[in-house]
């Protein structure tokens, strides 16, 4: 898969606008990013939960990022490796999570409201 057929299955979903991200493509849905292209352009992460990383990793050209971004659910695509079904379903599974994680009053990742409750003090 080429970067460019990479950005036009991200630019493809509902309501996704391209951009730049510490100096390389990046493309995002309310304000929120959910892939990039790198910029040695055969590599690509999309932003998952991490129990959809568990379910990515592992089939050809698929690794988790490094560190906390790894940990967070960042996945790394080896363009080359990767055929382009794979990769809009990776492309759905980030769109819908930066979709679900904008939406007000969402559930975090621990099942409660990722806003801290104000309680009035005593």
């Known amino acids: 898969m080429s970067p460019a057929r990479f950005a036009a299955c991200a630019l493809a979903l509902p309501d996704a606008v391209a951009g730049e991200h510490q100096g390389?493509?990046?493309f995002r849905v309310a304000g929120r990013v959910f892939a990039t292209l790198h910029p040695d352009g055969a590599?690509?992460?999309v932003r998952v939960p991490p129990?959809?990383?568990r379910r990515l990793v592992g089939?050809?050209?698929?690794?988790?990022a490094t560190g906390a971004w790894g940990r967070a659910g960042?996945?790394?695509l080896a363009l080359a490796e990767v055929d382009?079904?794979?990769?809009?379903m990776a492309l759905l599974e980030a769109w819908q999570a930066a979709v679900a994680a904008a939406r007000p009053g969402r559930k975090g990742p621990r099942?409660?409201?990722?806003r801290a409750a104000k309680r009035p003090r005593r």
Not at 59 to 64: D, E, F, I, S, Y
Not at 111 to 114: I, P, V
């Open 111 to 114: 099942g409660g409201s990722d």
């Open 84 to 88: 382009e079904a794979f990769a809009r």
């Open 59 to 64: 089939a050809p050209g698929v690794k988790p």
């Open 74 to 76: 960042c996945t790394l």
């Open 43 to 45: 590599t690509a992460m």
């Open 51 to 53: 129990a959809v990383q």
């Open 24 to 26: 390389h493509p990046d």
